[in-house]
């Protein structure tokens, strides 16, 4: 049976050349000031914004509209402690054991190492899961589209909403991440691609000195 489309009206809204200019421009400086943090207060995050800036991560174009994404939010002590536990594991051999040299020293200037107490300090914990396939009821299984790339532009909108929100974010990445699954008992068609660290920085919280690449270096004009 072929399928119609339903199209409407798109309700694209339209700003003048320097509105256009002023609001590209003030996007920059307000993304531009976006740091990643790792010292943690443990301030509560005001309600409902966590909620927006998954809902407006769930507005994300993805391959073929079929939205391969789960947010899991932690709150719960316990359950962060536990996350806790199992990513310090992971990291311990990550860098006493598993990791190359040359990784040990691309990360040295950033001063991380196998100690997480954000897990634990932050309020709230958003584990993004990427599904590369949707189970249905039946059991039958249905293929994602381009499914890292769409939880990757999702990831993208709910860091930048919650930066404009006014909270700080760390995009925290244990490795394996399997133990996330256990934990919060999701699916195995969901791969752990991200832990969000989300909260306020701490009072004392300072960040490695680190410049972004300039225009001309990332960008080719054709
Ligand atoms: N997952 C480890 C190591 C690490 C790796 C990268 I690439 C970073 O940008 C930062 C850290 C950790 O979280 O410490």
Redesign the pocket.
Same mark, same amino acid.
């Not at 995009?171 to 490795?175: A, D, E, Q």
């Given at each position: 049976m072929k399928v119609i489309p339903d199209l409407r009206p798109l309700n694209f809204v339209q700003f003048n050349s320097p509105e256009t200019q002023a609001r590209g421009s003030a996007f920059f400086d307000e993304m531009r000031r976006r740091r990643t943090v790792r010292d943690f207060s443990d301030r509560a995050i005001p309600s409902g914004v966590l909620e927006n800036a998954i809902k407006a991560a769930g507005t994300a174009p993805s391959g073929a509209n079929l939205q391969p994404w789960h947010f899991a939010v932690v709150q719960d002590p316990a359950i962060k402690t536990r996350i806790r536990m199992a990513a310090e594991a992971e990291?311990r051999e990550?860098?006493h054991s598993r $990791?190359p040299q040359e990784?040990l020293d $691309?990360?040295a200037r950033?001063g991380? =190492? =196998?100690q997480?107490p954000f897990l634990e300090i932050a309020p709230a914990l958003v584990v993004i899961f990427a599904k590369a396939y949707d189970m249905l009821a039946d059991g039958r299984t249905v293929k994602n589209y381009y499914a890292n790339e769409s939880v990757g532009i999702a990831t993208g909108f709910l860091i930048s909403g919650l930066h404009l929100a006014g909270l700080a974010t760390l995009?925290?990445?244990?490795?394996p991440m399997s133990f996330l699954n256990d934990i919060l008992e999701r699916p195995k068609n969901e791969r752990p691609f991200l832990l969000l660290v989300v909260g306020y920085p701490a009072n004392h919280a300072r960040v490695p000195h680190i410049t972004k690449k300039p225009l001309e270096e990332i960008c080719s004009f054709h």
């Open positions: 990291e990550f860098y $990791a990784w $691309a990360l950033l991380t =190492d =196998d997480k995009t925290h990445t244990p490795s």
